[in-house]
């Protein structure tokens, strides 16, 4: 079978700011990227739009792939959509990319990333449905003895994986630590937990679920229901929670993020000059590249943009824009700067800074992103 992903239908900018750097269909939320669940799901390749075959699937490209939704895809036929229950379409046959459907198709468990914060509240249902493909397509390795573990048949160690003087709680969700993986003596995790290729989890670390630690990501301290995308490092104390942060990212130890107010009320998060309600657990929203100084508070809500160095006293801002150089938005952190200590960064892990990334990042560095 043969997919394309379309923004037809998705306001790509309420996703700010991870939308800057990549397609939705890019976003990790559970343990694959969008793109990955559907190609591992329907055994598709992805093609450019005017390469799809006649008989291919266009998948909205924020639409995340439950079981109903599934079932009803592979069976899809010429002039059939598949819609939500508010008529939102979600996947539709190749042959109809005018939107117009001879057979509309509804399905009531549908999973959409809206708004960035959507990101970890469905990483615990997304993760459950990527555990299934994990436990197919893997080889799984017996935990070492110094290794306690609650409910083994949800724990899925990989051959590769280094995981030793540990305890595992699976009771309430699965458990995947990716070959490469290293963790360290005296960490507590709790499902629901991916641990990807080449993360390292840092002696005494506390991870509660429902939460991603991207490839190449470094942790420490504490953590809840958060998603590191991938080459992230959060590897001192300090509390992450109710978060996402985007690719190659620091935080600063001693750094944490308020995720509740103190009057338990609605959190506002502010995007691109418009305020929505993320409900009452939100913490910080990272764009890529973005860094804080050590013991940097992070009010609740807060979004920062992409390439952003943080610093400051007190919290946070709301709302910290790509570019910013400390809490004042109208400092910028000049381009040539910026990419050089990007580029700086990734040697850490090492990698180099592309032609690609760096053509994106002065792209974002000279425009900026509207919300309808």
């Known amino acids: ?98 939107g117009k459907f001879t057979d509309i198709i509804r399905v009531e468990d549908s999973m959409k990333i809206v708004f960035p914060w959507h990101i970890f509240q469905l990483n615990a249902k997304a993760m459950e449905l990527d555990f299934e493909l994990i436990k197919r397509e893997r080889k799984k390795t017996p935990a070492h003895v110094s290794v306690h573990i609650s409910n083994k048949k949800n724990v899925f160690i990989e051959k590769g994986a280094v995981v030793k003087h540990t305890i595992i709680n699976a009771e309430d969700g699965p458990v995947f630590i990716e070959k490469g993986a290293l963790v360290m003596e005296g960490c507590l995790l709790r499902g629901p937990l991916y641990i990807g290729a080449g993360a390292v989890v840092k002696m005494g670390t506390r991870i509660y679920g429902a939460t991603t630690i991207g490839p190449g990501c470094t942790v420490g301290g504490e953590i809840k229901n958060a998603v590191l995308f991938a080459f992230s490092n959060k590897a001192h104390d300090g509390y992450l929670g109710d978060a996402v942060i985007g690719e190659w990212c620091n935080i600063g130890g001693g750094t944490s993020n308020s995720n509740l107010k103190n009057t338990a009320g609605e959190i506002t998060v502010h995007l691109q000059g418009k305020k929505f309600t993320a409900g009452k657990k939100c913490g910080v929203l990272m764009g890529d590249f973005s860094r804080t100084a050590i013991n940097t508070s992070i009010n609740s809500g807060t979004v920062i943009g992409v390439s952003a160095n943080v610093f400051g006293s007190g919290l946070t801002p709301k709302s910290i824009p790509s570019f910013s150089w400390g809490f004042d938005s109208t400092v910028k952190y000049e381009l040539s700067k910026a990419l050089k200590d990007a580029g700086e960064w990734k040697k850490f892990k090492k990698s180099a800074l592309t032609e690609s990334e760096i053509k994106t990042l002065t792209n974002i560095y000279n425009s900026k992103t509207k919300i309808k």
């Open 1 to 98: 079978m043969q997919i394309v992903f379309s923004d037809k239908y998705v306001d790509t900018a309420r996703l700010y700011p991870f939308t800057l750097t990549r397609d939705a269909k890019d976003i990790r939320v559970g343990i694959f990227t969008i793109k990955e669940k559907w190609e591992k799901l329907l055994g598709a390749q992805t093609m450019p739009g005017s390469a799809i075959a006649a008989n291919g699937l266009v998948i909205t490209s924020n639409v995340l792939p439950g079981k109903e939704l599934l079932a009803k895809a592979k069976k899809l036929k010429a002039g059939q959509a598949i819609c939500d229950e508010e008529g939102n379409v979600l996947v539709h046959h190749a042959v109809q990319a005018s």
